[in-house]
């Protein structure tokens, strides 16, 4: 059955090619996405982003944007947040404040407007590459004899004391 969908953050590129499958599938899709020059440069509008798309241009923590686009939906889909690995060390607050202030503003709205499932996703450009390259990092040893799990294994290097 179609549903009405938001994507926030949608005119990103995971954002923009899930707007295309849930057309295809014949959901109506709304995007609230801020369009931060960085990313989109200083269009209006992506020019892949589907025109059959709603498109709300707004920040994420912006309180009456969001309760505007969770108005009618079904479900959401939360990919909104700051990018770029490396400027997320030096513009910590501006970085935190959308990712985690925005996700609160967001599911403070809806509780106000309920929807049917919220699904929240991200790439390396918000839960980082995986790789602490600390040099504490590097030469700390792991706590037990229990194998790390393998998300954990494949992003730290685990050494034993004096460096091996």
């Known amino acids: 059955m179609p549903e009405n969908i938001l994507i926030t953050g949608g005119a990103g590129f995971i954002g923009r090619a899930v707007c295309r499958e849930l057309l295809k599938r014949g959901h109506q899709?709304?995007?609230l996405d801020?369009?931060?020059e960085q990313v989109?440069?200083?269009?209006?509008?992506?020019?892949?982003?589907?025109?059959?798309?709603?498109?709300?241009?707004?920040?994420?923590?912006?309180?009456?944007a969001v309760a505007k686009a969770v108005k009618g939906v079904d479900s959401v889909i939360h990919l909104a947040a700051e990018v770029g690995v490396g400027q997320s060390m030096y513009a910590v607050e501006r970085y935190t404040s959308v990712n985690d202030v925005g996700t609160a503003v967001l599911f403070e709205k809806l509780i106000d407007k309920p929807v049917r499932r919220v699904v929240t996703a991200s790439s390396m450009s918000i839960y980082g590459e995986g790789f602490i390259s600390m040099p504490a990092a590097r030469s700390c040893r792991r706590p037990s004899a229990r194998p790390a799990p393998a998300r954990i294994r494949a992003?730290?290097?685990?050494?034993?004391?004096?460096?091996?």
Do not use: F, K, M, Y
């Open 40 to 64: 989109h440069g200083d269009r209006e509008r992506p020019e892949d982003l589907p025109q059959d798309v709603e498109l709300i241009r707004a920040d994420v923590r912006n309180g009456d």
């Open 155 to 164: 992003g730290i290097r685990w050494t034993r004391r004096g460096g091996r």
């Open 34 to 36: 801020s369009l931060i």
């Open 29 to 31: 899709v709304r995007v």
